[in-house]
């Protein structure tokens, strides 16, 4: 009897792990055409055919990453087919159900995947390869020409010099000095938003190449700086003074650039063993973590493919850089491993 039941249970998740397939494929195939291929024969239809797949992952015990990201994609697609089909019924706006069984059925999901997430030993690879094949705009080609000019512009500032030699002490002054001379001047037009990308560029990477020297630095005064200059420009964009699509664009890309070039600087400091104490390694660690943390759905949709391949290669050397602190007893390794999780985790949530 016992074998009979345990025939009989192993039977049927492995019918209800191919029919999640079977949805899957159906989501990729309307993914791949323009003019979705689900044929809905009314808005009940279509909520019903959205809590399938939710019933479908819930019968899971477990994924692979591959398969993770094959469900969150399917449920973006999925979500993103019934929610434009529903809301076109005088139903949705009438009466509060239906929207409430498309919410409803849409916590669930997320409920679920975070449950089979926490089921799963998550390194930041795997963390990495969720992030860059999940990103809803990862195929959207509108803003491909604004971000191919953007690409050039900052492949020529790679090209530019930096401060690596001199006095730290007057390297850091300057890059205050020209961020509070930037903020009381303002920022209104697109020449003036790639003039202070194209300095600021200068200044930040000439502050990485001394990062070991201001440990002790407070860095308060640029990080608010900073952040007023860059709501100035999202101001004027939002105004039209400079195009919101190049605002959108080239800021998201800086955003890129500044964290794997923070990461890969500190990255590469852990691995000379030149981190000093506790307070130092808590600070490294902590950057080498932010791009798998701070980049957003937009962010990552504007990587470009050498950026993809630093993320990943940033990925790789987590595990390396734990076992150096870990070593040293600069950092524990347990709470470092659990890390990636966390951040998959805090990922899903956010979906």
């Not at 025939?7 to 899957?24: A, N, Q, V």
């Not at 291929?37 to 808005?43: A, H, I």
């Not at 604004?146 to 300057?174: H, W």
């Not at 420009?233 to 998201?252: G, K």
């Amino acid at each position: 009897m016992k074998r009979n039941q345990a025939s009989e249970r192993k039977h049927t998740l492995t019918s209800r792990f191919f029919h999640l397939l079977l949805l899957c494929t159906c989501v990729i195939v309307a993914c791949s055409s323009e003019k979705s291929r689900y044929d809905f024969k009314n808005s009940q239809d279509a909520i019903h055919a959205y809590q399938d797949y939710v019933h479908a992952v819930r019968d899971m015990n477990g994924c692979s990453v591959s398969e993770m990201t094959d469900f969150v994609c399917g449920w973006q697609e999925l979500s993103d087919t019934v929610y434009r089909y529903i809301s076109k019924d005088s139903a949705f706006t009438a009466h509060i159900s239906l929207s409430m069984d498309f919410q409803v059925t849409t916590n669930s999901m997320r409920t679920e995947l975070l449950r089979l997430a926490g089921a799963h030993n998550w390194s930041m690879k795997d963390v990495a390869f969720l992030k860059l094949n999940t990103s809803p705009y990862r195929k959207d080609k509108e803003l491909q020409p604004v971000k191919d000019k953007a690409t050039a512009f900052y492949a020529a500032l790679d090209r530019k010099g930096i401060q690596s030699n001199g006095d730290s002490k007057k390297m850091i002054q300057e890059y205050i000095r020209f961020l509070v001379e930037t903020r009381k001047q303002g920022i209104g037009n697109q020449e003036q938003m790639l003039a202070f990308i194209e300095k600021e560029d200068i200044c930040f990477r000439s502050f990485l190449s001394h990062i070991a020297e201001y440990s002790d630095f407070d860095m308060t005064g640029i990080t608010k700086t900073t952040d007023a200059i860059c709501a100035e420009i999202f101001r004027s964009a939002s105004s039209r003074d400079i195009p919101s699509e190049d605002a959108l664009v080239y800021m998201s890309m800086r955003t890129n650039r500044r964290l794997l070039q923070n990461a890969k600087v500190c990255a590469d400091l852990i691995r000379g063993q030149k981190v000093k104490d506790a307070r130092q390694t808590n600070a490294y660690l902590w950057m080498t973590v932010q791009p798998f943390l701070s980049m957003d759905a937009v962010c990552i949709s504007m990587l470009t493919e050498q950026q993809r391949r630093q993320l990943t290669e940033i990925a790789d050397g987590y595990p390396r850089l734990v076992n150096i602190l870990a070593s040293k007893r600069l950092a524990e390794a347990k709470a470092a491993e659990e890390i990636p999780g966390q951040l998959a985790k805090l990922y899903i949530a956010t979906l």
